[in-house]
């Protein structure tokens, strides 16, 4: 199935289907078609991916990738380069082939490789699409938005191995702020987490702090918006979103929330909580341990200044991944905005 007929409005407007070339074959041709190719290029990436094979996971982490995942040693390395036949295949798409990049795939959609190849298409589909929200911005040109102390990714898993990323509306400028900058600041938080491999395998919970939200903010809900945030969670990013806990929210947030919903799949639906001000319901699911004292923990106040070093110590990776995609041509100036 062609990329931009994976779900409904993904095409690029003013392109005709020619003039995107993305392969329109199935997972069995594209590996059929991979197999016999014998271009100088797919040998190079075949020969660098033999050299670039992901470090090998901790007992612990295996035995959890291997019983959630369906990550099984015997068949990993079978799985891997069944992925990349298939990339390879995609001539007009250059991206990483090596162990450690397919990984992410594979493992956020439990190693089915046709699942895992879609989602990989439909990741780059959508930053070619729609750049002005899916480009990811280089954390320097950002440093003022993460300086709002809006957001932060904690420091500690929780006790299922899970990284807390926390977001406090109060803290966004709306008047200042576009809410392209602050979705792009937050692709920009996870594409840092997927490099590491224990988040792939335990996932992500966020946590939204809704405390001070306003007329100003309505914004970050409109419908447009709130369909690109559930395309990202549901079928574009290769992250397990493990539970979207809602805290502190205004009386009338569920005609909000009703915006989301007719996107929602019942398995993301039935991983929000609405807590209001019960800090004990969010401990529940997030021990204090891990929290900031703003949130009843016993960890020091909310910072993110470790988190911000961390992403501007990274800046080349970020660099990198905006030289990957796929190459399209004869493509209208405006196609894209």
Same mark, same amino acid.
């Given at each position: 199935?062609?990329?931009?007929?994976?779900?409904?409005?993904?095409?690029?407007?003013?392109?005709?289907?020619?003039?995107?070339? $993305?392969?329109?074959?199935?997972?069995?041709?594209?590996?059929?078609?991979?197999?016999?190719?014998?271009?100088? &290029?797919?040998? /190079? @990436?075949?020969? &660098?991916?033999?050299?670039?094979? &992901?470090?090998?996971?901790?007992?612990?982490?295996?035995?959890?990738?291997?019983?959630?995942?369906?990550?099984?040693?015997?068949?990993?390395?079978?799985?891997?380069?069944?992925?990349?036949?298939?990339? %390879?295949?995609?001539?007009?798409?250059?991206?990483?082939?090596?162990?450690?990049?397919?990984?992410?795939?594979?493992?956020?959609?439990?190693?089915?490789?046709?699942?895992?190849?879609?989602?990989?298409?439909?990741?780059?589909?959508?930053?070619?699409?729609?750049?002005?929200?899916?480009?990811?911005?280089? +954390?320097?040109?950002?440093?003022? *938005?993460?300086?709002?102390?809006?957001?932060?990714?904690?420091?500690?898993?929780?006790?299922?191995?899970?990284?807390?990323? *926390?977001?406090?509306?109060?803290?966004?400028?709306? &008047?200042?702020?576009? %809410?392209?900058?602050?979705?792009?600041?937050?692709?920009?938080?996870? /594409?840092? *987490?997927?490099?590491?491999?224990?988040?792939? $395998?335990?996932?992500?919970?966020?946590?939204?702090?809704?405390?001070?939200?306003?007329?100003?903010?309505?914004?970050?809900?409109? +419908?447009?918006?709130?369909?690109?945030?559930? @395309?990202?969670?549901? /079928?574009?990013?290769?992250?397990?979103?493990?539970?979207?806990?809602? $805290?502190?929210?205004?009386?009338?947030?569920?005609?909000?929330?009703?915006?989301?919903?007719?996107?929602?799949?019942?398995? $993301?639906?039935?991983?929000?909580?609405?807590?209001?001000?019960?800090?004990?319901?969010?401990?529940?699911? *997030?021990?204090?341990?891990?929290?900031?004292? @703003?949130?009843?923990?016993?960890?020091?106040?909310?910072?993110?200044?470790?988190?911000?070093?961390?992403?501007?110590?990274?800046?080349?990776?970020?660099?990198?991944?905006?030289?990957?995609?796929?190459?399209?041509?004869?493509?209208?100036?405006?196609?894209?905005?």
């Amino acid at each position: 199935m062609p990329a931009d007929n994976m779900f409904p409005g993904l095409a690029l407007s003013g392109c005709t289907p020619d003039q995107l070339p $993305i392969n329109p074959t199935s997972p069995d041709k594209l590996m059929s078609a991979a197999s016999t190719t014998t271009t100088a &290029a797919a040998f /190079e @990436e075949e020969l &660098a991916a033999a050299f670039s094979r &992901a470090p090998q996971l901790p007992p612990e982490w295996a035995e959890k990738a291997a019983n959630e995942l369906n990550e099984k040693p015997e068949t990993v390395q079978e799985t891997i380069s069944s992925l990349r036949s298939m990339v %390879i295949a995609e001539t007009n798409l250059r991206v990483r082939t090596d162990d450690a990049f397919l990984l992410r795939f594979l493992r956020a959609r439990k190693f089915n490789c046709a699942k895992a190849f879609h989602m990989l298409q439909r990741y780059y589909v959508m930053k070619l699409r729609c750049p002005e929200l899916f480009k990811v911005p280089l +954390p320097s040109e950002k440093q003022h *938005i993460l300086e709002m102390q809006a957001q932060n990714m904690l420091e500690d898993r929780d006790g299922s191995g899970r990284r807390v990323y *926390i977001f406090r509306v109060e803290k966004c400028d709306a &008047a200042n702020v576009s %809410i392209e900058d602050i979705f792009r600041t937050n692709v920009l938080a996870l /594409e840092h *987490i997927v490099q590491e491999p224990e988040t792939q $395998i335990a996932g992500l919970i966020v946590v939204v702090d809704m405390n001070g939200f306003g007329f100003q903010h309505a914004k970050f809900l409109s +419908p447009y918006y709130a369909r690109r945030t559930v @395309e990202v969670i549901q /079928e574009t990013f290769p992250l397990r979103f493990k539970g979207f806990h809602v $805290i502190n929210q205004p009386f009338y947030f569920d005609a909000v929330f009703a915006v989301l919903k007719p996107f929602l799949k019942d398995k $993301i639906r039935r991983r929000i909580y609405l807590h209001g001000r019960d800090l004990n319901a969010l401990h529940a699911f *997030i021990s204090p341990e891990i929290l900031p004292a @703003e949130y009843g923990g016993k960890k020091p106040s909310f910072d993110n200044r470790t988190w911000r070093l961390s992403l501007l110590a990274n800046e080349d990776k970020f660099i990198e991944l905006e030289t990957y995609g796929y190459k399209v041509r004869e493509l209208p100036q405006d196609a894209t905005k």
